[in-house]
């Protein structure tokens, strides 16, 4: 149990154009979801933290009205990348954490790698 | 050997070696700590985790050791095989209403067989 799927798995689209990601729980329900971005050979960073029914915590330096985030299920988070441009381009991980029991493990989908010409 | 993954990202290793893959945490008020293996092209993948009230914890041929004096965690990987190639991150996590978690910079894990 407790996998995560994110869809597409790649993408490639024109500059200035919109692109959105999905993250879906597919065997449990998450209140909470993460959305990260990952360029090559660096570590994961947070964009955002995704709340069920709520507005999405953004980190620091993220845009939220670039990096549109919508929760509207305890099992489907979106991102959406508006008017792309070729330094958007980067690997997107969702993570995913149950809402029930007390762990705090998050799940991890398998990423989408947008690539902005 | 070692690898202090803040300042040298790849540790080679012969297949059945030992590995010790460190990290250092830059929050004391972290708490919960997770190392993590990532493959190339791929999520994230959960390994061992760790919580501040520890100093050791084992899992299948994974021991994660956890100095808050220093604010050091290391990940030991025992035998390791070719299956083990990937790059390893830890995660500190602090509660702010939940845990959220920072990832440090990784290092990436080279076995030969």
């Known amino acids: 149990g407790a996998v995560v799927s994110q869809h597409p798995s790649w993408v490639i689209c024109k500059s200035g154009t919109s692109v959105k990601i999905e993250c879906r729980s597919l065997d449990f329900q ?10 090559p050979k660096q570590s994961l960073m947070l964009m955002a933290t995704s709340n069920e029914g709520s507005k999405a915590t953004y980190e ?17 988070s979106t991102l ?3 008017s792309a441009h070729p330094e958007d381009s980067s690997f997107y991980i ?10 705090n493990e998050q799940f991890f989908g398998p990423g989408t790698r947008l690539t902005v010409l | 050997g070692e690898s202090v993954g803040l ?12 590995s010790i893959i460190n990290c250092a945490y830059s929050n004391s008020a972290s708490d919960y700590f997770i190392w993590y293996k990532q493959e190339s092209g ?16 084992q899992g299948q041929r994974v021991t994660v050791l956890l ?9 030991q990987i025992a035998a390791t095989q070719p299956g083990d190639s990937a790059v390893y991150f830890c995660a500190e996590n602090r509660k ?11 290092t990436s894990l080279i076995v030969h067989p």
């Open chain 2, 96 to 106: 702010r209403g939940s845990y959220i978690p920072t990832f440090g910079r990784g």
């Open chain 1, 80 to 82: 959406t990348v508006t």
């Open chain 2, 7 to 18: 300042h040298l990202p790849t540790l080679s290793v012969q297949e059945g070696d030992n």
């Open chain 2, 67 to 75: 100095n808050k004096t220093v604010k050091h965690l290391s990940l």
């Open chain 1, 60 to 76: 620091q330096g993220v845009e939220k009205d670039k990096f549109l985030i919508n929760h509207a299920s305890l099992t489907l």
């Open chain 2, 42 to 57: 791929k999520g994230p993948q959960f390994i061992i985790d760790i919580r501040s009230n520890m100093d050791k914890r």
């Open chain 1, 94 to 103: 969702c993570s995913a954490r149950k809402t029930s029991g007390a762990s």
């Open chain 1, 30 to 39: 998450a209140t909470t979801m993460f959305w990260y971005r990952q360029f």
